[in-house]
C-alpha cells in the first residue's frame, strides 16, 4: 500500500476545518506560548511552524485518527459504554492525551510543558472548543488535545530553529 | 460522570472474545516469553496477571477504543483515507504502537522489549490475527498490537512480582 | 540481584531533602493543581498521595538517576560537553523531561497536563528551585522536572482515587 | 547557551567508539532488521540512514547521557545504591529502557518493535556488549539499549523513505 502524505495532510486540515479549527488559531495559540520568550515573533512565522508540524505522518495520523473518534461518537456509530465516555470527556479516559503525546514528540520533550500549559489555561481557540463540550454541543474530546498539541510542538520546532 | 470499571473491564473482555480473543490465548503468549527465565511457571499464574491488567483503567480504554476503531473501519463508518489505512494495516500508520505502548507502561518500560519481541516473531494467537489481516477477512490492525502489550504488560508485572 | 525497594524509597526521599526538598513542599504543589477541582482537600491528603507514587520503582529509579545527575555535574564528575549542558539547565536538553514523563506515566497519562502547568507557572517550591539554577548557586536541572512530576502524579492518583 | 550540535554529534559518536561500538557495527543490525523486508539493502544504505539519526538532538542528548552514566557508574562517582543497580543492570532499573525510547520515537512509534526484537535476540554486537555486561568487564547497561535504540530509529527511517 502506498500512501500519499501530500494529499493525506490536506484531508487533516480539511478535518481541523471541518470541526471549526483554521491553522491560524492554532498559530495563534503558539504565539502566546513563544511571544514570553521572544518579542519580536509574528503569527505569520508561528503559521509556517504550524504547517512542518501538519506535514509529520505520525502528526497527520494523530490528527486523522483523534477526530474520526469525535465524528463517530457524535453520529453514535461508536458502541457504549465508549459512546458516552467520549460525549462526555470523561477525565480519566487518557486516550486523548496519549494521542497529543505522540504529536508532540515529534519535536522532542521539549513541547510537553507547552502542552500542559495551554491545555490547563485554555488558550485561544481551546477555550471555544471546551465550551462546546461543556454545553453538550459537540464531541471534542479529541480535538482540545489534539489543537494543544500541535501548537505545543509548533513551539517546540521555533525553540529548535532559533538555536 | 460516573464510570464502572468493574463492568468496563467485562466490556473490554467481551470485545476481545467477539474478535476472537481469550485471556487464555494472551495467558499463552506471557508464558512463552517467561519460560525463558522462569521454569515453574504455569499457565494458571501467567492467566492470573493477565486479569490484573486488565483491571487497569488505562489498558480498559486502550482496548476499547483500539477494538473499536478496528470494527468501525470493517464496518465502513470510518471515513476515507482512515479507513484504507486502517483496513491494510499501513505499517507507517503507527497510532497502534501508540496505544500499545500506553498498555506496557502501566508496568513500567520493562514490558517495552517483550511487546517487540513477541509482535515480531508473531508468537501464539498473534500470527492467527495477522493471517486474518493478510487475508483481509478481518481489521486487526489495533487488535494485534493490543493483544500483544497486554500480554507484555502481564510479563513486566510477573518480573516485578517475582523480585 | 535483589533490591529493597522499601529501603530505595527512603534513599530517594534522603536526596531529594539533601537537595533541600520535603514531602510536604511536593504536596503543596498537588494541593494547588486540586484546590482547583475540590474544596475539602488537605495538604494531609495530598501528601499521603505523593507517599504513594514515592513508592513505585519507576519513580524511585528516576528520582536516583535524575538527582545523581545533578550532583555529579555540580561535582565536576560529569565529562564536557554534557556538564556545561546540565550545569545551564540548557532548554533543548529534553532529557530531564523524558525521565519526568516516566515518573508521570505511572498513574497514566492524565498527569500530563498538570506537569506541563505547574512546570510552566513554577507553583512553590518550583520557583526556589528555578532561581537557584538562574543565579548559578546549584545544578537543578533534573530536581525542578522530578519534583513537578511527583506533584501532577500525586493529581492523577487522587483524581484516579475519587472517582 | 548556545551548544553547536555538528560538534557535539562528534563527541557522541567518539563515546560510542570508547565504549567499542562503531556506526558500522550499529548499521549491520539494521541491516539485520531490514534485510527481512527489502533484498536490495546494502551496508552503506544503513550506515546512512544511522548516521542521520545521530544528527539528532534528542539522540544525541540520550546517547552522552546513557554513556555517561555507564561510564560513572564504572569509575565509582555515581553513590551507591545505584550505582549497583546499574554495574549488575539491574533488570527492573528501566530508566535505560526510558531513554532508549526517546530515541526510537524520533522517527515515530514504529521503530518500536525493531528494538525491542533486536533486544531480545541480542543482534550483532549486541551480543558483545551484553558478554560484557554478564562478565562484570563493563558497565553496559545503557549502552546496549542506546545501540539497538539508534540501530531500530534507522530501520524506522529506511521504512519511512522508502514510502
Redesign the interface.
Known sequence: ???DYT??KK?AIDLLAERGVTLEDIAKITLEIQSQYYDDITLEYCLEHVNHVLSK??VI??V??GI??D??AE?G???E??R??LM?D??????D??????II??Y???G??????V???KVGILKDINDKIKYHERCNTFLDDIVGAIAAAAAGRI??SK?
Do not use: F
Open positions: 500500500m502506498k500512501v494529499e493525506l484531508v505522518r505520525e495520523n494523530a486523522l485518527t474520526n473518534l465524528i463517530m453520529q456509530h461508536i458502541k459504554p465508549l458516552s465516555i462526555n470523561y477525565s480519566l479516559y487518557g486516550i492525551e496519549v494521542l497529543a503525546y505522540s514528540n515529534v522532542g520533550s521539549i510537553l510543558t507547552n502542552y500542559g500549559y491545555d490547563k489555561l525553540a529548535h538555536n
